[in-house]
C-alpha cells in the first residue's frame, strides 16, 4: 500500500511537502515517482527517483521540486516551493519493481490566490 499525504492549498509563491508511506512491499527495491492529474488533462510524471538515488524531473518542475526517499522509513517525499496556479492537480506516489507496480490514492494540491 502507498499512502499520500500533505496536500492542501496554497497560496502562489508557497509550499508544500508530500509524503507516501509504503507498507506491505520491500521499499528499497523500488523506483518510486510522483505524478500528478489536472482536472481534464493526463496523468503526467513530476518527478522520480531510483532505488539507487538518482532523480529525473518534468521540465515543468526542474529547480522547485525536490524528490527525495527514505528508506529506513519507507517513504518518500516531494518538497514543492514556488508553487504556481498550474501545479493544482492531484498527485500521485508510484512505486516500480519489475512487473510489479503500485499506486496510491492521491492527495490534492490547490495553488490559488
Known amino acids: 500500500q502507498l499512502a499520500e499525504s500533505g496536500g492542501g492549498l496554497v497560496q502562489p509563491g508557497g509550499s508544500l511537502r508530500l509524503s507516501c508511506a509504503a507498507s506491505?512491499?520491500?521499499?528499497?527495491?523500488?523506483?518510486m515517482a510522483w505524478y500528478r492529474q489536472a482536472p481534464g488533462k493526463q496523468r503526467e510524471l513530476v518527478a522520480r527517483?531510483?532505488?539507487?538515488?538518482?532523480?529525473n524531473y518534468a521540465d515543468s518542475v526542474k529547480g522547485r521540486f525536490t524528490i527525495s526517499r527514505d528508506n529506513a522509513k519507507n517513504t518518500v517525499y516531494l518538497q514543492m516551493n514556488s508553487l504556481k496556479p498550474e501545479d493544482t492537480a492531484v498527485y500521485y506516489c508510484?512505486?516500480?519493481?519489475?512487473?510489479?507496480?503500485?499506486w496510491g490514492q492521491g492527495t490534492q494540491v490547490t495553488v490559488s490566490s
Open positions: 527517483i531510483t532505488t539507487g538515488g538518482m532523480t
Open positions: 506491505g512491499i520491500i521499499f528499497s527495491w523500488y523506483d
Open positions: 508510484n512505486a516500480v519493481c519489475g512487473k510489479y507496480n503500485y
